[in-house]
């Protein structure tokens, strides 16, 4: 609850000792007793089990983009159809943004041969 150990700048921490080069501020000055997340963006989920080979066609009037099981983005995707033939098969999701509060729609997508 004393934070990190700085001889000029927190001489009474107890935590690991800090270099000059560790930016640290606000630490705790009590215990936790509840951690609560900050609201994120709203996310929708289509129904699953999409199979893509070869095309794959996006409605709608806007981009999305395509992501990888990692999370990587691979491709961005155009209303319409989108050649997806040089991916390789496996499991991938496209990301859309619904609105600008930052709603968005997921959904999984398996890419075959």
Known sequence: LTGPYH?????????????????????????????????????????????????????GSAGAVLLDITGRRVADLAPGLNDIRHLAPGVYFIHSLLDSRHSSLVSKVVVTR
């Open 7 to 59: 001889p000029g700048l927190n001489p009474g921490g107890e935590g690991d000792t800090v270099s000059d080069g560790v930016n640290f501020c606000d630490w705790l000055q009590q215990p936790v007793t509840a951690v609560a997340e900050a609201p994120g963006p709203r996310v929708e989920r289509l129904p699953t089990g999409t199979f893509a080979r070869g095309m794959l066609e996006l409605g």
